[in-house]
């Protein structure tokens, strides 16, 4: 279970989810599983309980692109930034090749299962 924050970095840093536990459910997923974005499920790896990380992703370990509302949540597409005004956010960086498509994901983990 994982507490996140993604911004993004060709949109000025403008947030575009926030999976903490005063702003929406944490994020929850077996990491290899290939639920969450490959810049996710690899800048996880090596994490323990209450450590803090920030992720640099390029595009090519974000989001599929193009990307709909379809695949938001869904394998290689998560998480969904979930309201329509963050989604729309996302969609005109990773859906613009004129974009700079970057993500900055901030991290922390509160539990872990094995």
Known sequence: VVEATGRLAGFNGQLFFKATGDGGDPLEFKVGSGLAIPGIDEGIIGMQK??????IIPGDMGYPRPCTNAQLGGPGAYPDPG???YRQLLFA???NDAREDTLVVDLKVDILKK
């Open 93 to 95: 960086v990773v859906n």
């Open 83 to 85: 309201e329509q005004r």
């Open 50 to 55: 209450g450590g803090i990380r920030r992720l």
